[in-house]
């Protein structure tokens, strides 16, 4: 009953004030974390058009004149996932397995099934690890910064590595890394049956949603402008979903110090078009006293920048290519 209780819903007995303070105070952090990474959104997005995917007819300066990029940074990108992946990915799978401290036949043995078990379980249970990393490599070499998402997934009773692209994961300001990082928020783009099964499922509440009225950002314009896709009215991806890992104070569920209030780890999702808060769930093992946040979110670096996000070839050749291409 306790184990139930601890891996339970709490948003589902909290009072709807409660909530709604939590949410609009959240949201607002969100915004916040958002905006102070504009410029870092703009360069990524100018960077984007030296690959050279789209063809355009220029006016100037002359009707129909040739309008080439240099494929440096495609080349260059390309050559990296290539080499990247053939290293990370090898055949007979990536994980390897080493005794620490004096071995024995035992251990050996343990250590060679861990590695036999784990391979698999990469290699032929878990159909999305090896696309989506083949993706990631592109992503990372292009941004400088690339995240991987690992949890055990109830519906299909398996662990789960999902590619995270940077601008779908937004942290404040001022981190450094994303272990001391107090707020971490994955925008989830998805679809309303998808939500409507979480709700049946009790996962997420049962609250009336309203479809995201912002539209397609501006990276998400340029990703649409170079596949020469134009989205449609009716979009499968309407709901906009956030789902944040952050400390937070929750004076229901928690014993508080009355000088100090300290804030634990909490997963709350809300959905950014209402404003309501579908789940709220602690984010800390059930007997752990430190209560330390478990991790989900991996960060992968192509070349460790000045702050949070890394530098990629955008950024490193991007200037180069642009001199090359006029």
């Known amino acids: 009953e306790a184990q139930k209780e ?3 819903n709490l948003a589902e007995d909290m009072d709807e004030r409660v909530l709604s303070r939590i949410s609009g105070d959240l949201l607002e952090d969100y915004k916040k974390d958002k905006e102070s ?4 959104e703009k360069s990524y997005t100018s960077g984007l058009d030296l690959l050279g995917f789209k063809y355009d007819n220029e006016s100037r300066p002359f009707q129909g004149a040739s309008s080439v990029t240099h494929p440096l940074l495609a080349e260059s990108v390309t050559q990296f996932q290539a080499q990247a992946y053939k290293e990370l990915l090898p055949s007979q799978g990536p994980v390897r397995t080493r005794v620490l401290g004096r071995e024995d036949n035992e251990k050996i043995n343990q250590a060679q099934r861990v590695q036999d078990f784990m391979n698999y379980m990469i290699t032929e249970e878990m159909e999305e690890y090896t696309p989506e990393f083949d993706q990631l490599l592109f992503y990372l070499a292009l941004a400088g910064s690339a995240f991987k998402k690992v949890y055990y997934d109830e519906v299909m009773q398996r662990a ?3 590619f995270i692209p940077a601008e779908d994961l937004v942290v404040p300001y001022y981190s450094t890394d994303l272990m001391e990082c107090e707020r971490i928020t994955h925008v989830i783009k998805m679809g309303e049956n998808e939500i ?3 709700q049946e499922a009790g996962f997420y509440r049962d609250v009336e949603l309203k479809p995201s009225s912002k539209g397609p950002t501006d990276i998400e314009k340029k990703y649409q402008e170079l596949e020469g896709i134009t989205p449609s009215a009716d979009k499968q991806y309407s709901f906009s979903i956030l789902e944040m890992h952050v400390d937070c104070n929750l004076e229901e569920f928690e014993v508080q110090n009355p000088e100090k209030q300290v804030k634990i780890p909490y997963i709350v999702t809300i959905d950014e078009g209402s404003g309501q808060i579908l789940s ?6 059930m007997n752990d006293e430190t209560k330390k946040r478990k991790e989900y979110f991996v960060h992968f670096k192509f070349l460790p920048g000045l702050g949070f996000y890394g530098f990629g070839l955008t950024h490193m050749i991007g200037g180069l290519s642009q001199a090359a291409t006029q």
Request: positive net charge; aromatic residues 26%; charged residues 35%.
């Open 160 to 162: 789960v590595s999902k």
């Open 280 to 285: 709220i769930y602690r984010n800390y093992e």
């Open 6 to 8: 601890f891996f339970s």
């Open 37 to 40: 990474r504009g410029d870092w």
């Open 196 to 198: 409507l099964k979480k």
